[in-house]
């Protein structure tokens, strides 16, 4: 299937780059990395989706290709360019996937736009990170003393401490060198927001049908997490990867968009019964 590498300027003048591939009248499914990435994190995603969902998958503000301003790297900031670029591309409804941080902000846009969010799917999310013990120690040991340009080296520790050993060399080099397009202001702005935000008291309020995909082998994200958010999101489902770590999509890219694809399907039906 083609993919279109192309990108898309917001009425705020913010110029995003991404890719979009499959059937412009089918059923529209957002993919938005988490932290430091870019849309070529889920490449491997791309390359198993079925042409009859419209896939588009975002490099947010401050990432890969995409704008870098000076500022505005909180969850709000990432979540107030969705709805635009949703209109810019023509896009009425669509199912959010967010992964690890940037599962705060597809449900941000879930609680204040409901009416534009068809369905979510959070892989690897968080409940809150908000005063977190490892990013905590890792904001103030690594992320405060960054500058430019970044250590490839600490791109390349990033990708490898996510992944599991089943992630080719090759591919950690492809990734760590979209890391190192996001500048050390963006690493700084965009961590130091995540130690203040939380949306726990919020949860409630998201109607989009939910599923949560998460790795038994995640040294980030915790099972307890993931049953605080099936509790706190009516509905919500649970796939766990038996064996998987902090990255899913890396890890095994076919059944991450045989999953994310049933998902949207199912809502499609259930639409159409409705």
């Known amino acids: 299937m083609t ?3 192309s990108t898309v300027t917001l009425p705020d003048g913010l110029t995003l780059s991404y890719a979009e591939q499959g059937d412009q009248s089918g059923p529209a499914l957002v993919l938005l990395p988490g932290p430091t990435d870019s849309w070529r994190s889920y490449e491997p995603v791309l390359d198993a ?4 969902v419209r896939t588009i998958a975002i490099s947010q503000r401050g990432h890969g290709d995409s704008d870098k301003p000076h500022t505005g790297y909180r969850v709000e900031d990432f979540a107030g360019d969705v709805v635009p670029l949703l209109d810019a591309l023509d896009v009425e409804r669509a199912v959010l996937v967010g992964h690890s941080g940037s599962c705060l902000v597809v449900r941000r846009v879930a609680i204040d736009r409901p ?3 068809a369905g979510l799917v959070l892989e690897a999310s968080p409940t809150t990170l908000r005063g977190h013990p490892g990013l905590t120690a890792f904001v103030t040991s690594v992320v405060s003393g960054l500058h430019d340009p970044i250590d490839p080296a600490l791109a390349r520790s990033l990708v490898v401490d996510t992944s599991s ?3 080719g060399p090759e591919v950690v080099d492809r990734l760590a060198g979209e890391l190192l397009k996001a500048p050390a202001r963006v690493w700084q702005e ?4 995540l130690l203040d935000y939380d949306d726990l008291d919020e ?3 998201i109607t989009a049908p939910t599923m949560l995909i998460w790795g038994d082998a995640d040294g980030l994200v915790g099972r307890q997490m993931q049953e605080q ?3 706190l999101i009516a509905g919500a489902e649970l796939l766990v990867y038996s064996g998987i770590g902090h990255t899913p999509r890396w890890e095994d890219g076919p059944r991450f ?3 994310v694809t049933a998902f949207v399907e199912r809502l499609g039906d259930a639409s159409a019964v409705s």
């Open 3 to 5: 993919t279109v590498v």
């Open 165 to 167: 050993d089943e992630i």
């Open 203 to 205: 949860l409630g309020r």
């Open 229 to 231: 958010l099936t509790e």
């Open 115 to 117: 009416e534009r969010v």
């Open 49 to 52: 989706m079925p042409r009859s």
């Open 257 to 259: 968009a045989s999953d």
């Open 190 to 193: 965009s961590f130091a927001a």
